[in-house]
């Protein structure tokens, strides 16, 4: 049960972080946030990391400053 509310914890850290960035840059910082940009199907979108599970997958808007359709995914490394 301990473990659910670490993981509540990292993932409302992770948003607080989303939700304070002004840019990019503000993403990159820790390293342990692993701030990618995605390509494909999710090109023009980005990740970071809330844990080796899941990651926080979301769009920037340059101009505004901000993350905007932000989702929890699974993170599956297996193709």
Same mark, same amino acid.
């Given at each position: ?24 840059? /503000?993403?990159? @910082?820790?390293?342990? &946030?692993?701030?990618?940009? $995605?390509?494909? #199907?999710?090109? /023009?979108?980005? @990740?970071?990391?809330? &844990?080796?599970?899941?990651? $926080?997958?979301? #769009? ?8 905007? &359709? ?10």
């Amino acid at each position: 049960m301990v473990s659910i509310y670490i993981s509540i914890y990292h993932l409302f850290k992770k948003i607080q972080m989303l939700d304070d960035a002004t840019g990019e840059l /503000d993403l990159r @910082s820790p390293p342990g &946030n692993h701030f990618v940009k $995605l390509s494909g #199907s999710l090109k /023009d979108r980005y @990740s970071i990391r809330v &844990n080796k599970q899941w990651r $926080l997958i979301f #769009s920037w808007n340059n101009a505004a400053g901000k993350a905007g &359709n932000v989702y929890l995914d699974n993170h599956d490394y297996k193709g």
